[in-house]
């Protein structure tokens, strides 16, 4: 994912694409995420969550290797789609799997498998910064088929873990006798993981703005979502601690809390010290927010699991547009009351969402 988005620049070039038909690419991207999502729920439903991760995997690194060859607009809307459905495929998969194996181990080990998505966004970032002389085409055929390569290795390892699939969660009986209950709390998590999604999207869209509109320097104005990305990875990398010992409900309320204060502070300032600050505190205070949201869904099945994932990707994808609209309406620092209200909005829900039942 970071090696395709750092490289877009260089897509858009070589097709030609004008700003507009960049957006319809990336949104065949997102809708076909969205579509990768619901299936990947009802196939792990059906078949077990572990059957979507080898598969998947093999085809998201194909993919990227064939949205590399695509050089017209109609193969890459084509190629795009591909790409957001095994994606999404593979999302579903990787987070039930997760939440089942977290029911095996008896202890949160959600946050720490999270931590290496960023982790790994961190790493293909800069992977990408190293061959910026290397042609996109050949870079994306050689990370594709490395990814392919390293699902087909894991293959006897997956199907050990097939026993999983057994794990149901630990869903009361009597919220299983209660299905309205329970998919109202669903549909909030699900809301919950938009939120915090919205927050992640504006911070990879605007924070790198926000600061160049306090006159920070490029260097700095390009560190920002970096300092952002970075404390996310390090929260998650404590955050399996923290829900030990305090509980997701507390953990999550106290990080969304310390994410509005911190970026509500920060624009309010209005220095680029601050404004890091600020987005320093978005990463570290949403970093447990969302694999303690999957974990609550995973009591649910793959089903809830992807549907939760599918409303949150829409917050993803809905949070840059929405600054930029309120950006236009108003000011910039104004805009950024939408994520700071959502986080606040965050912790006042936590309790209700993640408590144990």
Known sequence: ??????????????????????????????????????VGGRLAARH???????????????????????????????????????HGLLDVGANASAVNCQ??????????????????????AALVVATTWMPYRLLFSLVGAATALAALAAHRAVR?????????????????????PARVRIWLLGAMAAACLLAEGAAADWSAVHL????????????AYAVYSGAMAIGRLFGDRLT?????????RGGAALAAVGLGAGVAIGSPASALLGWMAIGLGLSTAVPSLISAAGHGGPRAVGTV?????????????????????????????????????????????????
């Open 1 to 38: 994912m970071a090696v395709w988005g750092a490289r877009m620049p260089a897509v858009q070039a070589a097709a030609h694409l004008s700003a507009g038909q960049l957006a319809v690419v990336l949104l065949a991207a997102a809708a076909g995420m969205v579509a990768g999502l619901q």
């Open 160 to 180: 050990a873990a097939q026993s999983f699939d057994d794990i149901t969660g630990t869903v009361p009986a009597a919220d299983r006798a209660q299905p309205t």
């Open 212 to 223: 160049r509109s306090l006159h920070a320097s490029e260097a700095t104005a390009a560190a």
């Open 48 to 86: 077990g969550p572990s059957r979507l991760l080898v598969g998947p995997t093999i085809a998201f690194g194909g993919s990227l290797v064939l949205l590399g060859q695509c050089t017209t607009l109609p193969t890459l809307v084509l190629g795009a789609a591909v790409f957001g459905c095994t």
């Open 244 to 252: 030990s010992r305090f509980g997701a409900s507390v953990t999550v």
């Open 309 to 357: 994932a599918a409303t949150g990707y829409l917050g993803l994808l809905a949070g840059p547009a929405a600054i930029g609209g309120l950006a236009s309406l108003s000011t910039l620092p104004a805009a950024f009351t939408l994520p700071v209200v959502l986080a606040a909005c965050v912790a006042l829900t936590a309790h209700r969402a993640l408590e144990q039942r």
């Open 103 to 124: 029911s095996a181990y008896r202890r949160p080990i959600m946050s720490g498998l999270h931590a290496a998505y960023s982790i790994g966004a961190l790493a293909g």
